[in-house]
């Protein structure tokens, strides 16, 4: 099944303790990018990349990290984790295009740092 | 810069009854143009699309057209179900690409 697979699900983490938040697409999409979705903000852009070794800002990238080391995997990267973190993160993919035949988007991952 | 404006909701309706969320956006060219549905505690997920001006979009009965003259790509569905009950999303990929700019979301209700 095509999808994009984000893990884990749930986190829950103290302030400063680095995590990274996996994700990984298997439909050889070229386009991968974070987003966040917070109440009365909606959801914004973290990082995108295009390709592999091929990253941006996006709106809001202070605080992480991204890296693309294959084309599968974008993992996002909290060095220093603080509680304006804590938010509902989403990873997507797009084949080609630069993202204008749409996004696949995971499931998501709860993040709540204490 | 690009944005994307929804009709405030949330919106509250009765199953069987017709449903419009309006979506108008800003954006210079032509881009392409989403519905994203999130459903309780899953991830967005595509209902429709549509690439250029005058297209229609359509999926499980919901229908959107792009409508460059007035910027807009207003969702409609003739009689909605319960099942319905979720959040909408309209967002747009601009020309140049790449990235996603979402609206605020409709909170959208379905009684039985």
């Known amino acids: 099944e095509a999808q994009v697979t984000q893990n884990p699900r749930y986190l829950i983490t103290v302030t400063g303790k680095k995590l990274t938040v996996t994700c990984s697409q298997n439909m050889n999409h070229e386009y991968m990018s974070w987003y966040r979705q917070d109440p009365g903000l909606g959801l914004r852009q973290i990082y995108y990349?295009?390709?592999?070794?091929?990253?941006d800002k996006g709106d809001v990238p202070e605080g992480y990290k991204v890296s693309r080391k294959e084309k599968r995997n974008f993992p996002l990267i909290l060095e220093s984790p603080s509680p304006n973190q804590t938010s509902l993160y989403f990873c997507?993919?797009?084949?080609?295009?630069?993202?204008?035949?749409?996004?696949?988007f995971g499931s998501g991952t709860r993040l709540t740092v204490v | 810069g690009n944005s994307v404006t929804q009709m405030e909701g949330p919106v509250t309706l009765s199953e069987e009854a017709f449903l419009t969320i309006n979506c108008t956006y800003t954006a210079t060219g032509y881009p392409s143009l989403f519905w994203y549905v999130q459903y309780p505690g899953e991830g967005l997920q595509l209902l429709l699309k549509a690439t250029k001006a005058d297209d229609k979009g359509s999926n499980k009965g919901f229908e959107a057209t792009y409508r460059k003259e007035t910027t807009s790509f207003h969702l409609e569905k003739g009689s909605v179900q319960v099942s319905d009950s979720a959040v909408y999303f309209c967002?747009?990929?601009?020309?140049?690409?790449?990235?996603?700019?979402f609206g605020e979301g409709t909170q959208l209700t379905v009684n039985p």
């Open positions: 967002a747009l990929v601009a020309t140049s690409g790449s990235r996603l700019t």
């Open positions: 990349s295009m390709n592999v070794e091929v990253t």
């Open positions: 997507a993919s797009s084949f080609g295009d630069r993202g204008r035949d749409g996004y696949t």
